[in-house]
């Protein structure tokens, strides 16, 4: 499924954004782009179900629904990913509520292991096209 492949290479790339964020200290970038590389693996695993949201909070709602609630993945999946967005929110838009080094940090470990999880879960499905299908497009 081309989209689905589509999602987890952009995941991935945003990931790599993530580590550089932390890295010059830009702390609420970091914390954004982990976020959002949850965010796409989420969409990519609610496609596997012929699910689609038009929000954040809809895409959200709907992975505790369908892959948390029964125990697809783990509650601590489907928190860290709620945790994710408000922090995403409070880096892209408040002022005086700057992200903290430790906090971006944890971040992008749950960043990591939760693209780990759903990137797994779309193997073993068969949801995820070989890289071949990205590079053709």
Do not use: W
Request: glycine fraction near 10%; charged fraction near 35%; charge should be negative.
């Amino acid at each position: 499924m081309k989209e689905v492949t589509d999602l987890v290479f952009k995941a991935e790339k945003f990931l790599k954004t993530a580590e550089v964020a932390l890295t010059v200290g830009d702390y609420d970038s970091c914390a954004s782009r982990c976020y959002y590389a949850m965010f796409f693996l989420a969409e990519a695993a609610l496609l596997t179900r012929g699910l689609r949201a038009s929000s954040h909070k809809g895409v959200i709602g709907l992975f505790g629904e369908h892959f948390v609630k029964p125990g697809i993945f783990g509650r601590g999946l489907g928190k860290v990913l709620n945790e994710a967005y408000d922090r995403r929110l409070r880096g892209d838009y408040a002022t005086g509520f700057d992200i903290e080094e430790e906090e971006a940090r944890r971040t992008l470990d749950e960043a990591r292991e939760f693209v780990k999880e759903v990137r797994r879960y779309l193997e073993e499905t068969g949801a995820l096209g070989t890289r071949g299908d990205h590079e053709n497009a």
